[in-house]
């Protein structure tokens, strides 16, 4: 598994298991040992995802070292208040029964309480509490007011991504003042045809592999974490065996051309807090 270097030094494997609509029962567990014991090394969660439970249990019973896992889970919206966001990190720690997290991330930007929220994850990791911090669904005026508040540069950006809304001015922001950026919904699958466009198709037989993984490969070549979601074993494994090919530039160009710039999920400016 590659991975990549945050700004604060510690390294992040560049695809990891997203577990959004994955349930809190024994089913979904069974998937999460599944993927540690194929070789994922990066599980992406969050508070209201409502299933860090079960990826503790997972991470327990799993034969990986808690050390060689990188986990990340998020602090839901109405928990962004001055007096909920420890309280909402240490029911995460417990929940996830683990001592420590990889990193703790502003689940959305709520307009009134971006700073105050920042300012308290900064000090969780000063305090060593927490290994990085970052943010996710920020627009870059959202990520320029954390400069004004600390000194602390997020590490990563967790953004909606995929050929159909890619985000380039965004990422390349992001790349320029080394916050990673990280692609949910990377396949756009649950909602669109995406893995059934012609280019990826044909892409997809040239390189003897699926329009999932070109997709997921196109990501690693623009610099782009993916935390693609599955429940289905051979699919999981597809999602990690990007790293033995590689797109030619004119490919990666065809892949650019599928942009459309539309959403599948909430607007940041415009989300229902
Ligand atoms: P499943 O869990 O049945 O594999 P995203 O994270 O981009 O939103 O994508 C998640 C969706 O993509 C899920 O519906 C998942 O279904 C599907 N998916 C995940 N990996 C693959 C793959 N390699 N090929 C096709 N569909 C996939």
């Known amino acids: 598994m590659e991975k990549i270097k945050l700004n604060n030094g510690i390294l992040m494997p560049c695809i990891g298991l997203g577990v959004y ?134 590490v990563v950006n967790q953004i909606e991504l995929h050929p159909y809304f890619n985000q380039r001015e965004l ?28 280019i990826l198709k044909n892409l997809a037989k040239k390189y003897n592999k699926c329009p999932a993984q070109i997709v997921l490969r196109w990501n690693f070549q623009n610099h782009v974490v993916s935390i693609p979601k599955s429940s289905n074993k051979e699919r999981l494994k597809q999602n990690i065996s990007i790293f033995d090919f590689e797109l030619t530039k004119d490919e990666m160009l065809q892949i650019d051309s599928l942009n459309s710039n539309k959403r599948l999920g909430a607007d940041p400016d415009t989300f229902d807090f």
């Open 21 to 154: 609509r994955m349930d809190n029962t024994e089913t979904s567990e069974n998937i999460i040992k599944y993927a540690l014991s194929n070789g994922y090394r990066h599980i992406d969660t969050a508070s209201y995802y409502d299933n860090e439970e079960i990826v503790g249990k997972a991470i327990k019973e799993s034969e990986v070292k808690r050390e060689d896992i990188f986990l990340t889970t998020k602090v839901w919206n109405e928990d962004q208040r001055q007096s909920r966001v420890l309280k909402a990190f240490e029911t995460s720690l417990k929940k996830l029964d683990t001592e420590y997290l990889d990193l703790y991330l502003i689940h959305w930007p709520v307009a009134d309480k971006i700073e105050q929220t920042w300012e308290i994850l900064s000090k969780l990791y000063e305090q060593g509490k927490i290994k990085a911090i970052g943010v996710s669904n920020f627009k870059q005026h959202h990520i320029e007011r954390l400069q004004k508040c600390s000194p602390i540069v997020p």
């Open 171 to 198: 990422v390349n922001y992001c790349l320029e003042h080394h916050i990673q950026p990280v692609a949910w919904s990377p396949l756009g699958a649950s909602k669109t045809n995406l893995l059934e466009e012609a």
